[in-house]
């Protein structure tokens, strides 16, 4: 196997959306896992997500040839060693970040940029595992990655300029428009969406309009792709809540404390289109199902 | 003169390296996969076996660099040393309404070429690519732009002028700028000559059929009218192109399938055409297999091919005020003597009739009409390399 540039850590969706994204690029993208299994598994998902593109005529079959040559699975962190950009896809947990950040520290070239995804975790606290904050670096993509065209760009405390520019020429090489983002709880897009999702549940919880109404009032009136409570079922409700979580510890504001209504079906497992059911049914491929009146919901909450 | 033909792609590069005192071709080849780690150059001298390379070729850079050392080596190269070669000539798609004919490249030039990209992004990023990687590797030869679209340059405005408000043709150049320039003005040069004329005493047609085609209206000699617009996926029907279709059809489907721009870009462009029609695939020899055969939409899709170019000819004759040849030429046109013989059908009113034998057992240049028809139909093999070795030869010795 050939060592790449550009190695991803972490081969869940997120890690699978980046890795089409780079290969897609031209580039070619090692995407490591903790068992081999686990990141030929994510090399899978990336050929059925790029199925599902065919059938919706964005890519043919020998753009899927292509990008899947450039994309080499791996269990093998030390791979890093040769790669000039490494990112992390790993879960949101400070703790185990930190543990990753340390080993790459040790593995990596002193140029190499050190990326992490995370949407809401301190750049700094990160970075402060290695011996070279300077170099490390937040990049947070959204979901779908191939289609969300921003990509977050979030400097730590100590992040150099030079690590900027890095970071801003593998947002160009993936084609995405980028903002800065100084670091701070939520970022931006987080922090401005959390709240918004919140408010929505409010008001469907106090009884003011039913879920497909409350959705239907935010796209038509303001021009949204979705609704707040379908993206918040395609976000995972139990990731929201965790989001607000964070926000209102770190922040100590009343509004972010999560909806009553958002903690009692994150309780009840009703945790979005992974579960098939969260403030409206999704069958196993996440297809929206018919409408199901909001009582049904709660109720059975 | 020795000239080196380039014409890069996004993940190739294709080359030849010419005589200009003979026309001959001295060697041949391609460097395809760019990007990724087992790139593969095929090289081919004139008079030696097919060799292939197999290596790391990250970027076009280290591809040119592959090439001239091909072209250098001692089993398999024609020349002994890099500065044998005279010039380099560059295929590049897009000219836009400032290039009317071939020119050296400068620094200014680039500049003026990389202002081109908005109208050719898919094209024009690779022909600076390898233009940029020629200038690396050989500092010393001067180089050429050929343009794909300069044929065309002389269209008249009723020609090029779409109907939509005119501002947006001020405002982003949107207008007919056609393509298969090189292709179209070589088969229209070489035709007329094989009648024994020149294309300045013709009103001639010339249908390049490839996996994209265009139809152009050669007006003695000056390209009035093509098929191709402001993008190469206006006109005929393609292997994966849809053609001509009527706008509202896109927007109807954006807002049906909920397709972004991309999505809606890559249906017109790689899921349409013989092959979408067909579900069989975008190449005609398979088509017509297809269609014997009676799989899928074969059949359909070979008649909406030659149906559509029928039209066209019959159209661009009334443009001209009347015809004196039809010329087919690249893959399809060359090789497919069933297109040939559908399409100029039912044409005999135009004075078009078809020698059914001579059809059929058309090689290299040739004439398929009967005798007396009064429409003489050609086949010729076209030769995009040698126009661009041609231009590039002219305006160097100009410079000297």
Sequence with gaps: ?301 | MKILVINAGSSSVKYQLIDTETEKVMAKGMVSRIGMSEAVLTHKPHDGREVKVTGEILDHTIAIEYIVTVLMSENHGVIKDASEIDAVGHRVVHGGEQFAHSVLITPDLMTELRSLIELAPLHNPHNIRGIMACQKNLPNAPQVAVFDTAFHHEMPPHAYIYGIPYVLYKRYGIRRYGFHGMSHLYVTERGAQLLGKTSEELRMISCHLGNGASITAVDHGVSIDTSMGFTPLEGLLMGTRSGDLDPAIILHLMAREELTLHEANTLLNKHSGLAGISGVSSDMREIEQGAREKTGNAALALNVFCYRLKKYIAAYAAAMGGLDTVVFTAGVGENSPIVRAKTCEKLEFLGIHIDDEKNRTAKGDAIISTEDSPVKVLVIPTNEELVIARDTQRIVSEQK
């Design chain 1, 1 to 301: 196997m050939p060592s790449t540039n550009i190695i991803i850590i972490g081969a869940g969706v997120m890690g699978q959306g980046l890795a089409e994204a780079v290969a897609t690029s031209g580039e070619e993208v090692t995407l490591v896992d903790k068992t081999t299994k686990l990141a030929e598994k994510g090399v899978k998902g990336i050929g059925e997500a790029i199925d599902r593109e065919i059938h919706k005529w964005g890519l043919t079959k020998s753009d899927k040839k292509a990008i899947m040559a450039r994309i080499y699975p791996s269990s093998d962190l030390s791979q890093a060693e040769d790669a000039s950009i490494i990112i992390e896809c790993i879960p949101e947990y400070l703790e185990t970040k930190r543990t990753l950040f340390e080993k790459l520290d040790s593995i990596c070239d002193e140029k190499a940029t050190l990326i992490t995804n995370s949407g809401t975790l301190s750049i700094s606290e990160i970075a402060a595992a290695t011996e070279r904050p300077q170099k490390v670096i937040g990049m947070h993509f959204l979901t779908p990655v191939t289609k969300v065209p921003l990509v977050e760009i979030v400097k730590g405390l100590k992040t150099d300029q030079h690590t900027f520019d890095k970071a801003v020429e593998f947002a160009d090489l993936l084609n995405k428009q980028w903002i800065t983002v100084n670091e701070y709880p939520g970022f931006v897009t987080t922090r401005c969406i959390v709240p918004l999702i919140n408010e929505a549940m409010h008001v469907l919880m106090e009884g003011v309009a039913s879920a497909d109404d409350i959705d239907k009032a935010m796209k038509l009136g303001f021009g949204f792709n979705v609704g707040p409570l379908s993206l918040a079922d395609m976000m995972g409700l139990d990731v929201v809540m965790s989001w607000m979580e964070n926000l209102l510890s770190e922040l100590s504001e009343h509004k972010y404390n999560p909806c009553p209504l958002l903690r009692k079906m994150v309780r009840a497992g009703r945790l979005g289109v992974k579960t098939g059911r969260g403030f409206f049914r999704y069958d196993e491929e996440g297809n929206r199902l018919p409408d199901t009146p909001l009582n049904h919901v709660v109720e059975g909450a």
